[in-house]
């Protein structure tokens, strides 16, 4: 039970340590999709 108590405390400070490294690529795909949207209906509307 120890083991599975300090294996979750090391998971829980590299999650805490990293989780800009998660965020930053999803804001970056995030941006990229709604800018594709946005470009895509101007595109249409111009038409």
Sequence with gaps: MQAVQSGF???SLLVDIN???LLMPS???GGLIIGAEIGGF???VAQ
């Design 42 to 44: 101007i595109l249409n």
């Design 19 to 21: 989780w800009d490294r």
């Design 27 to 29: 804001a970056i795909v």
């Design 9 to 11: 405390r090391s998971l």
